[in-house]
Structure formats: structure tokens, C-alpha cells
């Protein structure tokens, strides 16, 4: 790979550490490192969007989750939070607030006596529609300077990687 890149914020870290500790292969630290500071990265551009919209980004997960799951646009609670990857008392907490807010109600679930949906509102499907035009838009113009061909081999590989490590059967 003789291609010269620019340095990035990693390269100073894993400098570091090779001159402290030389003994440790800390090349792991590139590609680890480069994806957790990638990902902070992109969630500040992300919440810009988000935030344009009054939204969090957890607010617009719950919102976008119940969207895609296509009409009646309602879910229940396990599994919201099982998509989302938080407990059920975080999930309670924050349905409770976007209920506050008119953007989804509880409804008795018909199929389960003891249990109930969360479905948008009308106003919360306007929202999360125009929300999620101007996020597919923000994450164009972030992905934008990168050919689509080296995206793909990216997509590939990030693909493969989490699939390793996201557990059976999630």
C-alpha cells in the first residue's frame, strides 16, 4: 500500500504508544480507534439534523423504527427496544416523553390483552417523513467525497465486522 494519506488524529495516538510501549503491536488501535473516533464524528454531523427537527437522536430512532415498520406505523414496546438495543425502563422513559410530546400514543394491543402498541401520530409520522429526507440528504453529502466503488469495499467490510460481532440470533 504505497498510497501516502494525510496523518489523522490516530496516527498521533498510536505514535505514542509505539514510542512508549514498542513491545505492543498496537496496530489493532488504528482500525478500532479510527472507527470509534468515525463514529463521534459522524453523530455530531447527524444530531445537526436531528436537532434542525427538535429531535435527539434517540428520539428519531424510536420515531424512524416505528416508520419503517410500515402501517399502521406501531410496534410493541419489546420490540422497540429490542431494535434499539436499550431496556425496557429506557424505553418506558422515553416513550413517555415523545407521548408528552404528541409524536406517538399507546394503544391497547388487540392480539394481547396485557400488552400494548406504540404507534406514531399523525404529527409524529410528518415529522419523522421530513426528517428522514433531510437525514438521508446529510448522510449523501457526508458520503459524498468518496467513490462509490472504495464505499462499497467499506460497506463490505463494516458489514463483515459486525456481523462477527453482534451476537446470534440479534
Not at 17 to 33: F, H, K, N, Q, Y
Amino acid at each position: 500500500m504505497g498510497v501516502k494519506r494525510p496523518a489523522d488524529a490516530v496516527d498521533v495516538i498510536l505514535e505514542q504508544w509505539r514510542r512508549e510501549r514498542p513491545d505492543l503491536d498496537v496496530s489493532p488501535m488504528a482500525t478500532i480507534g479510527r472507527i470509534k473516533r468515525c463514529a463521534a464524528l459522524l453523530q455530531r454531523r447527524l444530531d445537526e439534523v436531528f436537532a434542525a427537527f427538535g429531535m435527539t437522536n434517540w428520539e428519531f430512532d424510536v420515531l424512524a423504527t416505528l416508520r419503517r415498520s410500515g402501517k399502521p406505523y406501531s410496534l410493541a414496546p419489546t420490540a422497540l427496544f429490542s431494535a434499539l438495543m436499550i431496556t425496557s425502563g429506557t424505553m418506558t422513559h422515553r416513550l413517555r416523553g415523545l407521548e408528552t410530546r404528541g409524536l406517538v400514543r399507546r394503544l391497547p394491543n388487540r392480539d394481547d390483552a396485557r400488552s400494548v402498541l406504540v404507534q406514531l401520530t399523525p404529527g409524529g409520522l410528518a415529522l419523522i417523513n421530513r426528517a428522514v429526507e433531510a437525514h438521508v440528504e446529510n448522510e449523501q453529502r457526508i458520503l459524498a467525497s468518496i467513490k462509490p466503488s472504495d464505499l462499497a469495499v467499506l460497506n463490505a467490510r463494516l458489514s463483515q465486522l459486525l456481523v462477527m460481532l453482534e451476537p446470534a440470533g440479534d
